[in-house]
């Protein structure tokens, strides 16, 4: 598919994000002092796609920055201390969710954003109290598990963190080795604690060491976007292996009996994210052709032309689906059409 066709997709499937909300505001159920997009029961969690939804449409020049720095503004009505509730003033910090959102605006600071590095920075500084034994917990209270989609992530933004300030002039080097041994536990943790014998990373463990060992894609994508990161940092190609031979272990288990279909579509588009950065990185074939498949058949088969939504052809979602889902559509149909139109994936995760 080329890549102006992908942009057309990826400016369709937004529309009717904003088109929806637009309707909410006028039933009045839209919180008009809260994030634009957003019901008054909307949660942090598909806040962050969404708003990681609006940076891939900024870079891709289809979307104003200013509408992203609306959804930015709009996170104070989750604020709670340097990090955000899962929902307005509810007191309930997850640390997943404010590890998604810290990867989403250091996005936003390659596009334009003002300050997404500083807040990212201190989004992680609440994220490394949830850390024990190079595992991130879930939630902050109560401490029982510790996950791969908290841990993956976190991973990711040390490293980038590392990366920026590697960048800096002049660089913090004492930073820079306390962001890295940081990624490297939280790596350490996943293949100690998670990595089961066929490669793949198991959802959470309990305190008492019970593994559940459920597969969800994007519990696989980020451990591969983590070693592309650690790469990039120390220029051992041993990660970049490591990335692949994830990877390789993930497709095959999420083409076998149309595993990744049923997925939901947000959790899809954070492992393909990631197997984009692979690609990227030194050119992962298999990758593209699994993200062109999956996204023409979501586009022939679920999504429903009169309204927009991805909800046919017995398509997985996350919950009751959603903006969320329809997120997770904007940014994949985005970066497939960023990779077409530079060759590959933007060095910058």
Partial sequence: MSSKTRAEQ?????????????????????????????????????????????????????LDVEVLDRLLRGLEDYRHGDAYDSGP?????????????????LDAAEVGS???????????????????????????????????????????????????EKAAVPADSARIDDYRRFGE????????????????FADHVKDDGTVYPAIWSYNQGTPVGAY????????????????????????????????????????????????????????????????DAYLDRAWRDARDPATGWFTGGGIGRYERGGSIDLAAFVQLYARAARRGAEGREPRKP
């Fill in 228 to 291: 592309v990161l650690w790469h990039r940092l120390t220029g051992d190609r041993g990660y970049l292996d490591f990335a692949r031979e994830t990877a390789v272990a993930a497709i095959a288990y999420f083409t076998h009996e149309d595993r990744l279909w049923q997925q939901p579509p947000v959790f899809n588009t954070v492992f393909m994210r990631n197997l984009l950065l692979l690609d990227g990185a030194e050119g992962f074939p298999a990758a593209v052709d699994l993200i």
């Fill in 10 to 62: 990826a400016a369709a499937t937004w529309e009717p994000i904003t088109r929806d909300a637009s309707r909410r505001e006028q039933r009045k159920t839209v919180v008009r002092k809260g994030p634009w997009l957003f019901a008054r029961r909307a949660t942090l969690w598909p806040l962050t796609q969404v708003l990681q939804a609006a940076v891939d449409m900024v870079a891709m020049q289809l």
């Fill in 185 to 200: 536990a939280a790596m350490a943790f996943l293949v100690r604690e998670l990595r089961r014998p066929d490669g793949l």
């Fill in 89 to 105: 003033g509810n007191g309930e910090r997850y640390y997943d969710d404010n590890a998604w959102l810290a990867l989403a605006l």
């Fill in 114 to 164: 003002a300050d997404g590095v500083e807040r990212a920075r201190r989004l992680f500084g609440f994220i490394r109290e949830g850390e024990r034994d190079g595992g991130i917990y879930w939630v902050e209270r109560p401490r029982h598990a510790r996950h791969t989609c908290s841990t993956g992530p976190a991973a990711e933004i040390a490293f980038r963190l590392a990366l920026a």
